[in-house]
């Protein structure tokens, strides 16, 4: 994914761009973001189920891409029970900056679907009211998606203190000089949680996985590269 989403290669030539600016804080990289993606102040007070796809998407795509299919849902789509009916490469057509739109696409109706025939509705509001035990046995009951659509509800929506992060992200803004690479995942983002000092949770876990796209594995850059050389051959 890292390879596939990562901006230019002014930021990522040899795997040094951490050490040609300095190092950004929390508050610097969602500034920043708002700066660059004026729809980012958009997103608020969002749902379950929207929780769960906004989490998918982030994890699968830029940021630019995130505001833009998230736009386009409303636009171009009555609500989530037409997405569920909608053929995959239709939905898919509202991300192609996605890494594997049609896959992303195929999770994303696969999930709508499940939750249809267990509530007959297309709601998940009912995990408010379950434990955090219940709601991690709910997604591991639940079609395959990006694992920060499941740490975004179990932060957003059931006020666990971390900023949850994919960790390819945590590799990026390990590289990017946010993180250290000392301390274990759930550390890092309880760390970031005690940094927010009033930035929406929401922002900050868009802009940190954009921040971190800027940062990405040199070691997968060049393997993606070779990949895409052979495949000219």
Known sequence: MLAQTAPGSKNTAGGNSTNSRPK????EIVTNAYK?????????????????????????????????????????????????ISSAAEVAATFPGAKDPILL????????????????MLSLEFLRENTIAETKEFFKRSPALPDLARQLVLS????????PLESWAQGGLIRAGLLKASVSSVQRQRQLFDQLEGIPLLHAVLALHEEARLHPDPAVEAAARKKAAQAKE
């Open 105 to 120: 696409a195929m999770q994303l109706k696969e999930m709508l679907q499940v939750v249809f025939e267990r509530r007959h």
């Open 36 to 84: 660059q993606h004026d729809s980012l102040r958009d997103i608020e007070e969002i749902n379950v189920l929207e929780t769960v796809i906004l989490g998918a998407l982030s994890a699968s795509m830029p940021l630019a891409d995130v505001l833009k299919c998230w736009s386009e849902f409303r636009t171009e789509f009555v609500d989530w029970n037409e997405v569920r």
């Open 156 to 163: 957003y929506i059931k006020l666990q203190p971390h900023v």
């Open 24 to 27: 950004a804080s929390l508050t």
